[in-house]
């Protein structure tokens, strides 16, 4: 479900990264990791976790396969990209202007949600998508197997 288009001030993330594909997905591997170590993290926004994709500049989602390979970023907001736990790493979101999106279920109908992002939505928008980040936005206590699951999803976008 549509939400809303926001211009977002830059927000610093600090959390844990990894490159791979969604054939080769270590998302899950990345949050056992980071969730024990979350609350090392200088943080006033503890409520909300961020997962995060970085694909290549000229991606052109029409030809995106299960093997296209991606960075995938998992964290929290930070105050300020100084005292960085060790092995964990600073990642900039850009400020820019994002369409915001409520996914609700459990992530195995993700899917469901990006199709009719790309598919319908944007293309009947007077946008098209930016080159930076898109990210999920999920609560503390997600549970990505729960029918009443919710996180926001952000794309980057621009006027055409």
């Known amino acids: 479900m549509f939400l809303?288009?926001?211009?977002?001030?830059?927000?610093?993330?600090?959390?844990?990264?990894?490159?791979?594909?969604?054939?080769?997905?270590?998302?899950i591997d990345l949050w056992r990791k980071f969730m024990p170590r979350r609350?090392?993290?200088?943080s006033d926004q503890k409520n909300y976790l961020y997962d995060i994709k970085v694909y290549e500049e000229h991606q052109d989602f029409k030809h995106f396969t299960p093997q296209t390979i991606f960075t995938k970023y998992v964290g929290i907001e930070s105050l300020s990209s100084?005292?960085?736990?060790?092995?964990?790493?600073?990642?900039?979101?850009?400020?820019?202007?994002?369409?915001?999106?409520?996914?609700?279920?459990?992530?195995?109908?993700?899917?469901?949600?990006?199709?009719?992002?790309?598919?319908?939505w944007l293309p009947q928008s007077e946008y098209v998508l930016d080159y930076r980040p898109h990210f999920e936005k999920i609560k503390e206590g997600y549970d990505p197997n729960d029918i009443n699951a919710e996180e926001e999803v952000w794309i980057p976008i621009k006027s055409l």
């Open 4 to 27: 809303k288009t926001l211009l977002i001030h830059q927000k610093i993330i600090i959390g844990l990264s990894d490159s791979m594909s969604l054939s080769n997905n270590k998302t």
């Open 39 to 42: 609350n090392e993290v200088l």
């Open 82 to 120: 100084e005292n960085v736990p060790v092995e964990m790493e600073v990642f900039i979101i850009p400020e820019g202007r994002y369409a915001v999106f409520l996914h609700k279920g459990p992530a195995s109908t993700f899917h469901k949600t990006l199709n009719y992002i790309y598919t319908d």
